[in-house]
């Protein structure tokens, strides 16, 4: 391989990472970019492997040697301190972060994003080992330009609207909304790392993805995850999709996101690892506010794209409105928009998304309909037992 600079020309050292989640939709990007590009170790710490098995077997793989799986539960594992000890960095992945999670399950929302990430806090600070955290964008909450009346000119102020690391309010709904445990949790374990970093000098880069959708996020229910689980919308469609039925839309559909493609924004997590100097005691936005739709604007352009790969035309009435209390039951509540100001990310790392909405459910559909369009046949085809 030849000799890898830094953004400010030096030679990159190879190191060794302890990334905690790898197993997860993220982790599996990642640990395929680590090991494909960069002469890094990788101690792959996670519950499950299936999305990295890969990259683990057979052992004639060109990086064999260099990513370690073991498998255990932070939450009870008494090697995670000596695993944090044999690296340089750490990653933290691990959370529970699918919205149908958090008000039917809150309490195991509120561990996993908080109590659960302080030892991994706590050893990397007591042990001087630099930490990248993954927090999240929900973080932000609601927009300041929600709360305005519907035809305020006011909305139209960016200021309003647009989500700044070092200046936008954290804006929750009430606490019978447990939509918001997790966002919650995220901010509080934000706060601590930070406070670690400002009495303690941890060395920590706290990363807030917007929505990165790709090949391999969550699971097709029935398929590769439980008949009745709930993933992200991005699975949630490609399931209707592959079964032939009308994609749900939630309240109708009016929250709006930003999408990015997982291999663009795997892109800025290297930049991080590999420029500490510029990465470190900082919060990044990774996003893509060129990439913005409403949910509904999402599901017609998902049935398009679709219709395009599979070479199935699409059903005549593609979508179903439903209510979010049918949908994720009482509690639940929502982002109303996310855009990610990018100055931050851009002048400290010089990183920019590149892949179109159109494009990247191109290749994420396509990547979808060759992997579970068969298994969906058969499951659908199979006589149920009587
Ligand atoms: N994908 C996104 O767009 C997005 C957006 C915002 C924030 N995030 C954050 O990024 C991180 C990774 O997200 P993802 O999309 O890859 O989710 P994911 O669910 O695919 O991955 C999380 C992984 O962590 C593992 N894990 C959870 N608890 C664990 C424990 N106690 N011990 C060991 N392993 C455990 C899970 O098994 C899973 O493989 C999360 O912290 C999430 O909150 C992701
Ligand atoms: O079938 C569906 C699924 C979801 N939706 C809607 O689609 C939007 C996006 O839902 P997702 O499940 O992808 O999750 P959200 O964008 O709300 O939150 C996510 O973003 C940030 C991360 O921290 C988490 O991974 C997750 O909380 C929501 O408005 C939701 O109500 C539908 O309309 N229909």
Known sequence: MATRTDLDGRPIKPITICMI??????????????????????????????????????????WAGRIQFHRLNIKHDSRLEGLIKMADLTINLAAICTPADYNTR??????????????????????????IHFSTCEVYGKTIGSFLPKDSPLRQDPANYVLKEDTSPCIFGSIEKQRWSYACAKQLIERLIYAEGAENGLEFTIVR?????????????????????????LACFSNNLLRREPLSLV?????????????????????????????????????????????????????????????????DSPTVDVSSKEFYGEGYDDSDKRIPDMTIINKQLGWNPKTSLWDLLESTLTYQHRTYAEAIKKSIAKPTAS
């Open 21 to 62: 989640g790898a197993g997860g939709f993220i982790g599996s990007h990642l640990c395929e970019k680590l090991m494909s590009e960069t002469p890094h170790k990788v101690l792959a710490l996670d519950v499950y492997n299936d999305k990295i098995k890969h990259l683990l077997e057979p052992d004639s793989l060109p």
């Open 106 to 131: 809150p309490l195991d929302t509120i561990y996993s994003n908080f109590i659960d990430a302080l030892p991994v806090v706590k050893y990397c600070s007591e042990n001087n080992k630099r930490l």
């Open 251 to 315: 309240d109708g559909g009016q929250s709006q996101r930003t999408f990015v493609y997982i291999k663009d924004a795997i892109e800025a997590v290297l930049l991080m690892i590999e420029n500490p100097d510029r990465a470190n005691g900082h919060i990044f936005n990774v996003g893509n506010p060129n990439n913005e739709v409403t949910v509904r604007q999402l599901a017609e352009m998902m049935t398009k794209v679709y219709a395009k790969v599979s070479g199935e035309p699409s059903l």
């Open 209 to 233: 993805p917007f929505n990165w959708i790709g090949p391999r996020m969550d699971f097709i229910p029935g398929i590769d995850g439980p008949s009745e689980g709930v993933p992200r919308v």
